[in-house]
């Protein structure tokens, strides 16, 4: 695009070393308006100095936003894809993944607000977030003009950067000053490290990169038992203890984090086509994955629960690679939320030393019945002679073909 196409660009701006460079070349490159953008989504970060760094760069205090949206991020994006028990190649939460459609949907928002005619944001052109960021920016605004700062500039490097924080009066924190020794993105569902010491699979991670969690062998010999109420799908309450969705994922997190719970260290398939490293922390998300599991085994029909799982990797692909707002994902959402009709009860969970053990289950819609799947006498409940019907029916194009000379199951 031509620089004079953009006249006010909404930034998002979290006040660290790399978006305060960004803001600053936006003004200097653009010569535009800038509007920063701070999301909390429970990164744990305290988020006054990004407003106070926005400020010092000559940001007008009515074009400073710093939104609190964690609950909203845990009800309407954490929330709907558990109902799904969403696993990228079967392993990893979406932690990083989920977040971005929240930010991409909260600064077209913003944009709209403000009059802007750009967005920015500070993902490298190497990875997944860019992608994440500009298709929700495209499906929200079609015609928002998209700055990607690192695929334009010649700020190649850390020292790079410096310089120019430095020329242009931008203050450095000191750790900032040295090489990082790897990349930490937080929010309130999991922790993500990758890059610098963590590029080499072979490597294990050091235990300085695991944050959120104590080690396994650190956490307490005695087990922690909880319960978790669900009502059609999402968890509701601990312990008997009702809770609004962000402060449940919270004290998740702190259950989780006592009994180091929720470390994953992955080799993964980018969607730009590289594999990447990455240690991730999901103490809350990994416990609540387990209990709406649970909870599912004794509510779901069971070929209601096979097509969800076997829908479970194209709905994760899809929200990994950014297509959250896509008409394939809420198609799947929509058939998700209806399962979740019964799925009603309260799951009982044992925390121990990273495991998370269910121990117990129970709904009023429970689809187990114990007169006929008991051993004892079941009172006329099941008829076992019917399975003689039943087996000959599913092998009998077995047996055709094993009568036409296919034995076995040959072709």
């Not at 999301?39 to 936003?65: C, M, S, T, V, Y």
């Not at 010491?197 to 300085?208: F, K, N, R, V």
């Not at 030393?353 to 429970?366: A, D, F, L, W, Y």
């Amino acid at each position: 695009m031509r620089v004079k196409d953009v006249k006010k660009v909404v930034l998002a701006y979290s006040g660290g070393l790399d978006t305060s460079v960004i803001l600053k070349w936006l003004q200097t490159t653009y010569q535009c308006e800038v509007v920063t953008f701070t999301a909390d989504l429970g990164q744990g970060e305290e988020l006054g100095p990004a407003r106070d760094k926005a400020l010092l760069l000559g940001i007008k205090p009515e074009n400073i936003f710093v939104d609190d949206l964690r609950e909203e991020f845990t009800r309407d994006f954490v929330f709907p894809m558990f109902r799904m028990n969403a696993l990228y190649e079967g392993q990893y939460l979406l932690g990083t993944s989920i977040a971005r459609p929240l930010i991409a949907k909260r600064q077209i928002e913003i944009a709209e607000q403000v009059g802007a005619d750009a967005v920015a944001h500070g993902a490298t052109g190497k990875g997944n977030d860019q992608v994440r960021f500009e298709i929700g920016y495209y499906s929200l605004k079609p015609e928002v003009k998209v700055i990607a700062p690192w695929r334009e500039w010649d700020l190649t490097s850390r020292t790079a950067l410096i310089a120019f924080a430095e020329a242009h009066q931008i203050p450095i924190a000191k750790d900032k000053r040295g090489e990082s020794p790897f990349s930490v993105d937080a929010n309130l569902l999991h922790s993500s490290s990758e890059g610098k010491i963590l590029e080499e699979p072979w490597d294990a991670p050091d235990e300085m990169v695991w944050q959120r969690t104590l080690s396994p062998e650190a956490a307490p010999d005695t087990p922690t038992e909880i319960t978790i109420e669900f009502e059609r799908g999402d968890a509701v309450a601990i312990n008997g203890e009702r809770l609004s969705p962000a402060m449940l994922l919270t004290k998740l997190n702190a259950l989780g984090r006592a009994n180091g719970i929720g470390r994953l260290d992955l080799v993964e398939n980018r969607f730009v086509g590289m594999k990447s490293r990455g240690c991730y922390e999901t103490p809350g998300g990994t416990i609540l994955y387990v209990a709406h599991r649970a909870i599912e085994s004794i509510t779901l029909d069971r070929e209601a629960a096979h097509l969800k799982d076997s829908l479970m990797p194209r709905y994760a692909e899809i929200v990994y690679n950014g297509f959250w707002f896509s008409p394939e994902r809420r198609m799947i959402q929509a058939m998700a939320d209806e399962s979740q009709a019964s799925v009603s009860g309260t799951v009982r969970l044992k925390l121990y030393k990273g495991n998370t053990i269910v121990t117990g289950r129970q709904s009023p819609n429970s689809l187990y019945s114990m007169k006929h799947v008991t051993f004892e006498d079941d009172q006329g409940a099941y008829d076992q002679f019917d399975a003689q019907g039943f087996i000959k029916l599913n092998a009998l194009r077995l047996r055709l073909g094993a009568m036409a000379g296919r034995k076995g199951g040959a072709l």
